[in-house]
Each structure stands twice: as structure tokens, then as C-alpha cells.
């Protein structure tokens, strides 16, 4: 009777196509941290890996691992939190590569590597401006010329460069690029041949071809999540792959009791300003309590009727979202793991 | 035990609950197959009056709070005046400062609202949660303090810790207690402690 969480591979895969067609010939890097924006990391890494997608982004080292036990030997899985010895050393006995944004982190990585005779496949990240991680400008040459050390002893390759954008206007983002530019261009000046640069995520990805470079880092669009504030699914060719459904489990005058809550992660001050799907159509949300719903009843309402969240033909996680001011990742990521999610 | 006992861990809950002399636990069916090693069947019921959850679980300001969320400090860099943080730029710094990297962002619960608005506690200071809250990370302006890679940042707990309560997590969400705690039990890693 609970809530479930119905994924739907074949618009992901549909997703991805649409994604990859659009970026060639850059390639995808599928990120598929916080199991999968909560869509369920194993489903959806295998069916990535059938489609041909050979890039995984995991934030963790935790994610990444999980994905390589998916994925095989042949994918390249990138994980660019800073952690620990433990982790860099789980990381590169199932050859992660690192993301690194710190010097005494990049110090780290060659230790570990050291100690366990393999050289680290290491992206350098700058930073252009989001100031989270990331090396400063002023502090790259010197970093660099730390990496040459730590590569011409065989503890490192530098494969990569790469950083985050802000996104708060195009001409920020047009300052962040350049100075991305310039990081390569020291990067390759100091003798380090970079096979990969990335900076774009999904948005810049699909509006600014500028920002393409060899990979970019996909999440968002292939689960089917638009921008808030940003293009609709139809112009960007993409469709949900998530429907959150629940069942209604009584109807009290014109009131339609559903089995979900604030506590399988429903946010609760949606209350009046949604609506969600029923089998006689869209119906306001009126309350939501910890593990029930209000729904305002429909001709014929009964128990067990299905009443869906969001999805596809109904409301989308972004649609609620711009409700609250906030983006339809965290209304993915915040259904609870409790609730079944249901491949199809 | 809704909810894996709103974040907490039904296991954990329903064992301690019957040690401090609960009569029984309530729990739905999926619910009571996860606790079956753990508590004796006879004790885990399908209805029936509870306590109320709020002051077991110390969420209503009258009771300890259970649950203390914690991150990390990653990394730590100058930020200078007038230069934006994290995604939009939602923040600029008015003066020379630090800012920490800090573990911890919506994805584990640590809600998108709180950018700006919330803080977090440090070897015992406060600093603010500056910038938007992105899905794994935060920014905090940590300014002239004394933090280092791999500090303990708390973000809620018991305030006589020095930790931020819950209740300034209310204010600046509008969410619930509940569903606050539940978000991030559910998808923290969870540790148990005295």
C-alpha cells in the first residue's frame, strides 16, 4: 500500500541518446552520485553501460566503487571528494580516477599511490569562481609544477583538467571559461599532455556549445530533470524517468487519504500549492501529514486508486519544486530510500 | 517505526525503547519483518496509541535530542571581498575571509533552503552556511577561526553541545522536525554513540 518510485529505463536510455547526440562530439560523463539522484545507482549504471556511456561521475569514493561493481574493468569512473588515505587507497585498487582541488590532497594521492606501486589517474581541478573547491589562480603554477614532480617520479598522470561553473549569468560564466582556458593552457605549457577537459554540467552542456570541451558531466537531463527556471522537457528533448506514485487508502467526504508523507521524504510545505495525478485528473494537494496525504476527492474516488506525485503527463519533480523555490534534484533526492523503487 | 523510526533506525529504536521498558513498538508489516531478530514479535504491533514521538526522539525543545548531524571540513581557501560562492553567486563576500568546504548537502538532507540563512557550529563557534546548499556540499565562512581539513562540523544536535538546534532549521525551512531528522537519518550514514 506504501509509496513507490516507478524508473522507467527506456526514457532514460531515450534520455541519454538525446543527451550524447547533443554534446558530440564531446562525450557523456553520466553522473550517478547519491544513487543516482535517488533513481537507483545499480539499474541505472548497467543500463548506461549497455547504451555505450564509458564515463561515470560519483562524487564519493563510496559511489564510485558501487559503480565500478556495475559497470567492469572498462569504464572510467571519476570521484572528486577529498578524502582520506583509506579511501584514495579503495579508490585506486579499483582504478578511480581523482578528482583533485587541493595541494595537500594532490600530496596524498601520490603517497598513496607510492605505497601501493600504481600510478593515480589524477584531473586537476581550478578554481573559476564558485570558490568551493578547486586551486586558485594564483596558486595553480605552483601546483602544477608540484603534480610534474609527483609525475615525473611515477606516483601520478594528470589526465585531466577540470572545474565547476556558477551559472548566475552567461558573463560570469564567460569569465570562468577563460580562466579555464588559461589553466589548460599552463597545464600543457608545463608539459603535461591533458587528454580530458571538463567544465560543463547539464544546462551549459546543452545551451552553450563553447563550454563542451572533451567530456561533460551529465546528471540532471539524462534522469529527465529540467533546470528550474530553465528550458521545459519538450524543448530539451527529454522526459522523466521517475514517477512517484502512491495508493489512496480511504475517501472521507471529498477528501482522498493517500499512503505517502513527509516522512518518505514529500516536502511538506508543498501542502496547497501542488497538485498531483488521479484517475480523474489533476487534483489539488491539500495537506501532508508525516505518512498520509490529503488529495481533494474526484468523482468515483476509492481505495487502492493510484494517485501519482510526479512524473511524466502529470506534474514534474521541477514543477514542484519552483513551488518552494528550490530544484527538482532535491525532490528526487529527498524520497526516502524506504520507498521501493520499482524498474521497468 | 515509520520512516525506518524517522531516520534513527527502527533497530536501534525499537532494542532501546524495550530496554527502557516500552511496552511494544508500532510498526507496518514491512516494518516488523525488519525488526524480528531484534525484538520479541508479541512486542511489535500493527495499532495502538504511542508516545509521542516528538519528545522520544527529542524534537520538541522539551527533551534531549537524539540525532546530531555532522559533516566534515574538506578543504579551506581564501575568499576575497566581493567574490560569489557556490552556484548563482547568492553570496559575496563584504570583507577578506575563509571559507571551508564542507560535507553535507541536500542529498543527505541538509536542505537546499538553509543556503544563506542557517549555521553551523565548529570547535564550538558558529559560522554561516553562506551560498546555496549544493546536492553534496556547502559553503561555510569560517573567517578568522582556527579550522582545519577534517574538522567536525555539526549541523543540528543538542544544543547544550554547542550545536545548532533543530528548531533554527524550522524557522528558516518551514519543514517539520520530523521530516527534517527523518531526511537525513534516511540518507546519512549513521553512527551510534552513548
Given at each position: 500500500?506504501?509509496?513507490?518510485?516507478?524508473?522507467?529505463?527506456?526514457?532514460?536510455?531515450?534520455?541519454?541518446?538525446?543527451?550524447?547526440?547533443?554534446?558530440?562530439?564531446?562525450?557523456?560523463?553520466?553522473?550517478?552520485?547519491?544513487?543516482?539522484?535517488?533513481?537507483?545507482?545499480?539499474?541505472?549504471?548497467?543500463?548506461?553501460?549497455?547504451?555505450?556511456?564509458?564515463?561515470?561521475?560519483?562524487?564519493?569514493?563510496?559511489?564510485?566503487?558501487?559503480?565500478r561493481a556495475v559497470s567492469?574493468?572498462?569504464?572510467?569512473?571519476?570521484?572528486?571528494?577529498?578524502?582520506?588515505?583509506?579511501?584514495?587507497?579503495?579508490?585506486?585498487?579499483?582504478?578511480?580516477?581523482?578528482?583533485?582541488?587541493?595541494?595537500?590532497?594532490?600530496?596524498?594521492?601520490?603517497?598513496?599511490?607510492?605505497?601501493?606501486?600504481?600510478?593515480?589517474?589524477?584531473?586537476?581541478?581550478?578554481?573559476?569562481?564558485?570558490?568551493?573547491?578547486?586551486?586558485?589562480?594564483?596558486?595553480?603554477?605552483?601546483?602544477?609544477?608540484?603534480?610534474?614532480?609527483?609525475?615525473?617520479?611515477?606516483?601520478?598522470?594528470?589526465?585531466?583538467?577540470w572545474s565547476h561553473i556558477?551559472?548566475?549569468?552567461?558573463?560570469?560564466?564567460?569569465?570562468?571559461?577563460?580562466?579555464?582556458?588559461?589553466?589548460?593552457n599552463a597545464a600543457e605549457?608545463?608539459?603535461?599532455?591533458?587528454?580530458?577537459?571538463?567544465?560543463?554540467?547539464?544546462?551549459?552542456?546543452?545551451?552553450?556549445?563553447?563550454?563542451?570541451?572533451?567530456?561533460?558531466?551529465?546528471?540532471?537531463?539524462?534522469?529527465?530533470?529540467?533546470?528550474?527556471?530553465?528550458?521545459?522537457?519538450?524543448?530539451?528533448?527529454?522526459?522523466?524517468?521517475?514517477?512517484?506514485?502512491?495508493?489512496?487508502?480511504?475517501?472521507?467526504?471529498?477528501?482522498?487519504?493517500?499512503?505517502?508523507?513527509?516522512?518518505?521524504?514529500?516536502?511538506?510545505?508543498?501542502?496547497?500549492?501542488?497538485?498531483?495525478?488521479?484517475?480523474?485528473?489533476?487534483?489539488?494537494?491539500?495537506?501532508?501529514?508525516?505518512?498520509?496525504?490529503?488529495?481533494?476527492?474526484?468523482?468515483?474516488?476509492?481505495?487502492?486508486?493510484?494517485?501519482?506525485?510526479?512524473?511524466?503527463?502529470?506534474?514534474?519533480?521541477?514543477?514542484?519544486?519552483?513551488?518552494?523555490?528550490?530544484?527538482?534534484?532535491?525532490?528526487?533526492?529527498?524520497?526516502?530510500?524506504?520507498?521501493?523503487?520499482?524498474?521497468? | 517505526?515509520?520512516?525506518?523510526?524517522?531516520?534513527?533506525?527502527?533497530?536501534?529504536?525499537?532494542?532501546?525503547?524495550?530496554?527502557?521498558?516500552?511496552?511494544?513498538?508500532?510498526?507496518?508489516?514491512?516494518?516488523?519483518?525488519?525488526?524480528?531478530?531484534?525484538?520479541?514479535?508479541?512486542?511489535?504491533?500493527?495499532?495502538?496509541?504511542?508516545?509521542?514521538?516528538?519528545?522520544?526522539?527529542?524534537?520538541?525543545?522539551?527533551?534531549?535530542?537524539?540525532?546530531?548531524?555532522?559533516?566534515?571540513?574538506?578543504?579551506?581557501?581564501?575568499?576575497?571581498?566581493?567574490?560569489?560562492?557556490?552556484?548563482?553567486?547568492?553570496?559575496?563576500?563584504?570583507?577578506?575571509?575563509?571559507?571551508?568546504?564542507?560535507?553535507?548537502?541536500?542529498?543527505?538532507?541538509?536542505?537546499?533552503?538553509?543556503?544563506?540563512?542557517?549555521?553551523?557550529?565548529?570547535?564550538?563557534?558558529?559560522?554561516?552556511?553562506?551560498?546555496?546548499?549544493?546536492?553534496?556540499?556547502?559553503?561555510?565562512?569560517?573567517?578568522?577561526?582556527?579550522?582545519?581539513?577534517?574538522?567536525?562540523?555539526?549541523?543540528?544536535?543538542?544544543?547544550?553541545?554547542?550545536?545548532?538546534?533543530?528548531?533554527?532549521?524550522?524557522?528558516?525551512?518551514?519543514?517539520?522536525?520530523?521530516?527534517?531528522?527523518?531526511?537525513?537519518?534516511?540518507?546519512?550514514?549513521?553512527?551510534?554513540?552513548?
Open positions: 500500500m506504501s509509496a513507490r518510485l516507478r524508473i522507467d529505463l527506456e526514457a532514460f536510455a531515450q534520455n541519454v541518446a538525446t543527451v550524447r547526440a547533443r554534446v558530440a562530439p564531446a562525450e557523456l560523463m553520466l553522473v550517478v552520485k547519491d544513487d543516482a539522484y535517488g533513481h537507483g545507482i545499480q539499474a541505472i549504471v548497467a543500463r548506461a553501460v549497455a547504451e555505450g556511456v564509458c564515463w561515470f561521475g560519483a562524487f564519493d569514493v563510496r559511489a564510485a566503487v558501487a559503480t567492469g574493468p572498462r569504464a572510467r569512473i571519476f570521484s572528486w571528494l577529498t578524502v582520506g588515505a583509506d579511501e584514495i587507497a579503495a579508490a585506486l585498487d579499483d582504478d578511480i580516477e581523482l578528482g583533485v582541488g587541493d595541494a595537500g590532497f594532490l600530496d596524498d594521492v601520490a603517497a598513496v599511490a607510492a605505497a601501493r606501486d600504481v600510478v593515480a589517474r589524477v584531473h586537476l581541478k581550478i578554481d573559476t569562481g564558485l570558490h568551493r573547491n578547486g586551486i586558485r589562480p594564483e596558486d595553480w603554477p605552483a601546483v602544477l609544477l608540484r603534480a610534474l614532480a609527483h609525475q615525473d617520479a611515477g606516483r601520478i598522470v594528470v589526465v585531466g583538467v556558477a551559472e548566475a549569468s552567461d558573463h560570469d560564466d564567460d569569465r570562468a571559461r577563460a580562466q579555464f582556458d588559461a589553466a589548460v605549457a608545463a608539459g603535461f599532455s591533458i587528454e580530458v577537459r571538463h567544465l560543463a554540467a547539464s544546462a551549459a552542456s546543452f545551451a552553450r556549445p563553447e563550454f563542451r570541451y572533451d567530456v561533460v558531466r551529465v546528471g540532471a537531463f539524462c534522469y529527465g530533470i529540467r533546470s528550474a527556471g530553465g528550458s521545459s522537457e519538450r524543448e530539451l528533448g527529454i522526459r522523466p524517468i521517475a514517477t512517484l506514485t502512491a495508493q489512496v487508502l480511504e475517501v472521507r467526504d471529498d477528501d482522498a487519504v493517500v499512503a505517502i508523507g513527509s516522512l518518505d521524504g514529500l516536502p511538506s510545505i508543498l501542502a496547497g500549492r501542488v497538485s498531483v495525478g488521479t484517475p480523474g485528473g489533476m487534483r489539488e494537494l491539500r495537506a501532508i501529514g508525516l505518512i498520509e496525504s490529503i488529495v481533494e476527492a474526484w468523482p468515483g474516488a476509492a481505495a487502492g486508486d493510484e494517485v501519482t506525485v510526479f512524473g511524466r503527463d502529470v506534474s514534474s519533480a521541477t514543477d514542484l519544486a519552483e513551488t518552494i523555490e528550490t530544484v527538482g534534484e532535491e525532490i528526487l533526492v529527498r524520497v526516502s530510500p524506504t520507498v521501493p523503487r520499482e524498474v521497468v | 517505526m515509520r520512516a525506518d523510526a524517522w531516520g534513527h533506525g527502527a533497530r536501534f529504536v525499537a532494542h532501546s525503547a524495550i530496554e527502557a521498558g516500552a511496552a511494544g513498538v508500532l510498526a507496518d508489516r514491512a516494518g516488523a519483518a525488519a525488526l524480528s531478530d531484534v525484538v520479541d514479535p508479541r512486542r511489535v504491533l500493527g495499532a495502538g496509541d504511542t508516545l509521542d514521538a516528538d519528545a522520544v526522539f527529542g524534537l520538541s525543545g522539551t527533551t534531549t535530542p537524539v540525532m546530531s548531524a555532522h559533516g566534515w571540513v574538506v578543504s579551506l581557501k581564501a575568499l576575497r571581498t566581493g567574490e560569489g560562492v557556490s552556484y548563482g553567486y547568492t553570496h559575496r563576500a563584504t570583507r577578506d575571509t575563509t571559507v571551508a568546504l564542507v560535507t553535507g548537502g541536500y542529498a543527505q538532507g541538509i536542505v537546499r533552503a538553509l543556503g544563506n540563512t542557517a549555521s553551523v557550529t565548529i570547535a564550538g563557534r558558529r559560522h554561516p552556511i553562506v551560498g546555496r546548499v549544493a546536492m553534496d556540499v556547502c559553503v561555510v565562512d569560517v573567517g578568522d577561526s582556527v579550522v582545519a581539513r577534517g574538522d567536525e562540523v555539526a549541523f543540528f544536535g543538542d544544543p547544550r553541545t554547542g550545536a545548532p538546534a533543530i528548531e533554527e532549521w524550522l524557522r528558516a525551512t518551514g519543514f517539520s522536525a520530523a521530516e527534517l531528522t527523518a531526511a537525513v537519518g534516511l540518507h546519512a550514514a549513521r553512527e551510534y554513540g552513548p
